[in-house]
């Protein structure tokens, strides 16, 4: 676990767009290719831009990643070291300018690369950096974030839940808040139909006291109500809902691991070439 110096406590406040970006990639890169690592303004740009692992996509040139470095600079989250020969190379001190540790930090740099998501992406995604096994393990993870102010909840916490980071501008922060309605949607109350009287029974040789009705031509009889929800029907949207959640998993783990080979192989190539 990374120490995080107890006399200064964390530094952190809301970033602009592009500098989360940045951030974000120096996270993942420090973690997923640490031979490549620190990087270098080229290699930020590229990282930055990169279409896997990514929300919303982005076209960086290098005076918007120039920008954003100094600005990360000035506030203490990175450090521009002088490499080999002329090549600046630049590193995070994100574990002590959020006050996180390893894993939590991890999930912070997914959150910054795609912004909300659900909590089973979450876990999938930030596992190619550090091993979330199960939910269960990411749930603490994710209490403490929130409790710091790290992290929010987009949606009710429970199953199926959207969260994102708290490193927004606060006017950022309040259109992707509307954009998941703040919470999820009611179910509407289906009210069940009333009972049906039983039929009056007629004597032989009696007229009945009024006679039946005549559907109207053009007139269709309303149908009947829909039964009540059971107890069966939401344990079977919550398997649904489950099946859906491990199905995104296996998806972003495959996605992960092709763009981590990806990776891999360019920064192999750089070192060729460079």
Do not use: C
């Given at each position: 676990?990374?120490?995080?110096?107890?006399?200064?406590?964390?530094?952190?406040?809301?970033?602009?767009?592009?500098?989360?970006?940045?951030?974000?990639?120096?996270?993942?890169?420090?973690?997923?290719?640490?031979?490549?690592?620190p990087l270098t303004l080229n290699a930020l740009r590229t990282g930055?831009?990169?279409?896997?692992?990514?929300?919303?996509?982005?076209?960086?040139?290098?005076?918007?990643?120039?920008?954003?470095?100094?600005?990360?600079?000035?506030?203490?989250?990175?450090?521009?070291?002088?490499?080999?020969?002329?090549?600046?190379?630049?590193?995070?001190?994100?574990?002590?300018?959020?006050?996180?540790?390893?894993?939590?930090?991890?999930?912070?740099?997914?959150?910054?690369?795609?912004?909300?998501?659900?909590?089973?992406?979450?876990?999938?995604?930030?596992?190619?950096?550090?091993?979330?096994?199960?939910?269960?393990?990411?749930?603490?993870?994710?209490?403490?974030?929130?409790?710091?102010?790290?992290?929010?909840?987009?949606?009710?916490?429970?199953?199926?839940?959207?969260?994102?980071?708290?490193?927004?501008?606060?006017?950022?922060?309040?259109?992707?808040?509307?954009?998941?309605?703040g919470g999820l949607p009611s179910q509407p109350v289906v009210q069940?139909?009333?009972?049906?009287?039983?039929?009056?029974?007629?004597?032989?040789?009696?007229?009945?006291?009024?006679?039946?009705?005549?559907?109207?031509?053009?007139?269709?009889?309303?149908?009947?109500?829909?039964?009540?929800?059971?107890?069966?029907?939401?344990?079977?949207?919550?398997?649904?809902?489950?099946?859906?959640?491990?199905?995104?998993?296996?998806?972003?783990?495959?996605?992960?691991?092709?763009?981590?080979?990806?990776?891999?192989?360019?920064?192999?190539?750089?070192?060729?070439?460079?």
């Amino acid at each position: 676990m990374q120490a995080v110096d107890p006399g200064e406590g964390p530094k952190w406040k809301p970033l602009e767009r592009n500098e989360r970006r940045v951030l974000g990639v120096l996270v993942e890169k420090a973690k997923t290719t640490p031979s490549a690592y620190p990087l270098t303004l080229n290699a930020l740009r590229t990282g930055s831009n990169q279409k896997s692992n990514r929300f919303p996509s982005m076209e960086l040139e290098e005076h918007h990643i120039e920008d954003a470095v100094e600005s990360l600079q000035k506030q203490g989250a990175v450090t521009r070291l002088q490499g080999d020969g002329r090549t600046e190379k630049f590193r995070h001190h994100a574990y002590e300018w959020l006050g996180v540790d390893k894993v939590e930090l991890a999930v912070m740099a997914e959150l910054l690369l795609r912004g909300a998501q659900t909590l089973g992406e979450l876990r999938a995604r930030a596992s190619r950096m550090e091993p979330i096994k199960t939910q269960g393990d990411l749930q603490p993870i994710v209490n403490a974030l929130v409790e710091r102010g790290l992290m929010v909840y987009l949606t009710p916490p429970g199953r199926g839940a959207v969260v994102t980071h708290n490193l927004y501008q606060p006017q950022e922060l309040e259109k992707v808040q509307r954009e998941h309605g703040g919470g999820l949607p009611s179910q509407p109350v289906v009210q069940p139909a009333p009972p049906t009287p039983p039929p009056t029974s007629v004597r032989p040789n009696e007229a009945p006291s009024a006679a039946p009705e005549v559907m109207q031509p053009g007139f269709r009889e309303d149908p009947p109500a829909p039964a009540p929800r059971t107890a069966d029907d939401s344990d079977l949207r919550d398997q649904i809902e489950q099946l859906r959640g491990e199905l995104a998993e296996l998806r972003e783990e495959y996605k992960s691991e092709v763009a981590d080979l990806r990776s891999e192989l360019e920064d192999v190539l750089r070192q060729l070439t460079g």
